[in-house]
């Protein structure tokens, strides 16, 4: 079993910066692949991010190649989405997803454990 707790979510001006965090409990948290994903309100939820940490190989969806970026301290069980150049557009709740599988890290399905999501607001 994984539990994840997000936080790191506020309001910040375009063009501001913020840094989710997402702490996992569970001795399996290193074999876990991690993602972020977030929903805006009336929208579906959308990837934004994931890692296979043992391939080493990172996802991420054009429209925020460059911007977001995952990393992860395992010694903090701890999964990290950096969030640079905040646009309103990136308004939403993020969350944070874990899971055993290698593949398709950018399916919501792929995912067996999800964190309770952090409200980020980005002002014009």
């Known amino acids: 079993q994984v539990q994840l707790v997000e936080s790191g979510g506020g309001l910040v001006q375009a063009g501001g910066s913020l840094r989710l965090s997402c702490a996992a409990s569970?001795?399996?948290?290193?074999?876990?692949?991690m993602g972020w994903f977030r929903q805006a309100p009336g929208k579906e939820r959308e990837f934004v991010a994931a890692?296979?940490?043992?391939?080493?190989?990172?996802y991420y969806p054009e429209f925020v190649k460059g911007q977001f970026t995952i990393t992860r301290d395992n010694d903090k069980n701890t999964v990290y989405l950096q969030m640079n150049n905040l646009k309103p557009e990136d308004t939403a709740v993020y969350y944070c997803?874990?899971?055993?599988?290698?593949?398709?890290?950018?399916?919501?399905?792929?995912?067996?454990?999800w964190g309770q999501g952090t409200q980020v607001t980005v002002s014009s």
């Open positions: 569970g001795r399996t948290f290193s074999t876990y692949a």
């Open positions: 890692k296979n940490w043992s391939a080493g190989i990172s």
């Open positions: 997803a874990a899971t055993p599988r290698a593949s398709r890290l950018w399916v919501l399905e792929s995912y067996d454990y």
